[in-house]
């Protein structure tokens, strides 16, 4: 299974844009790209996932590099609610169980 | 509110009692999952269910039992716990034909077991 690395924290002004990396640098044709946020002493979130194509919706945009080697969760306007562990999830659409392996995400502090 | 609830949100239990933790999902989806959470590591996934079949078991102690009577209600039973289960217990849903990519986690049961 391919692999990510995340910083362990990241600090973001509110009102300011949060950039979020995640390098993949072993990933293969058919793995998406996943990330999840967990607030805490909350069930993680949803956000967003892609393959190849950057991605917008609602509550970010992900950037994935040509190569496919890394990506980058955007939100354009942080808030103090978005303050969470952020997690960046590769899996493969087959053949690969339903398991996500959730890692140790980027601890991503919002301050006023 | 994701859709997802948990019963209940808090437990504690001493190492000799039996309780079971609910989780209802009001989705309409076909696959739910346990997950354990401890202090300072990642989730672990602990069982599937898909379509009301349990499809992985992560090498659960036999003191974790779940049951899943169908698509939307899933319970994990537990009994003779350690001190060392003490955790957050969390439940998700999840669309089969997705494969389980994107979850959807209730709140939580944060279990302390005395």
């Known amino acids: 299974d391919a692999k990510t690395t995340q910083p362990p924290s990241m600090d973001c002004a509110e009102g300011r844009a949060a950039n979020l990396p995640c390098n993949h640098s072993?990933?293969?044709?058919?793995?998406?790209v996943y990330w999840y946020r967990q607030i805490h002493s909350q069930g993680p979130q949803y956000i967003i996932h892609g393959l190849k194509n950057n991605e917008t919706n609602e509550m970010a945009s992900l950037i994935i590099t040509e190569d496919r080697k890394s990506s980058t969760l955007i939100l354009p306007h942080a808030t103090l609610r978005d303050t969470a562990v952020y997690y960046c999830i590769v899996k493969p659409h087959y053949n690969s169980g339903y398991a996500l392996n959730f890692g140790k995400g980027t601890s991503l502090l919002v301050t006023p | 509110e994701t859709g997802v609830t948990q019963t209940p949100r808090h437990l504690v239990m001493g190492m000799t009692n039996k309780k079971s933790l609910k989780c209802e999902q009001h989705?309409?989806?076909?696959?739910m999952y346990w997950y354990k959470q401890s202090a300072k590591k990642p989730l672990e996934l602990m069982f599937v269910?898909?379509?009301?079949?349990?499809?992985e078991n992560n090498s659960v102690p036999s003191r974790f039992s779940p049951e899943c009577p169908n698509s939307s209600h899933l319970f994990l039973h537990l009994h003779t716990l350690q001190p060392e289960d003490s955790a957050l217990y969390l439940c998700?849903?999840?669309?089969?034909?997705?494969?389980?990519?994107?979850?959807?986690f209730g709140p939580g049961t944060r279990l302390t077991v005395t």
């Open positions: 072993t990933i293969s044709g058919n793995v998406y």
């Open positions: 998700a849903s999840s669309q089969e034909r997705d494969r389980g990519y994107e979850q959807y």
């Open positions: 269910y898909s379509l009301e079949e349990r499809v």
């Open positions: 989705l309409g989806h076909n696959a």
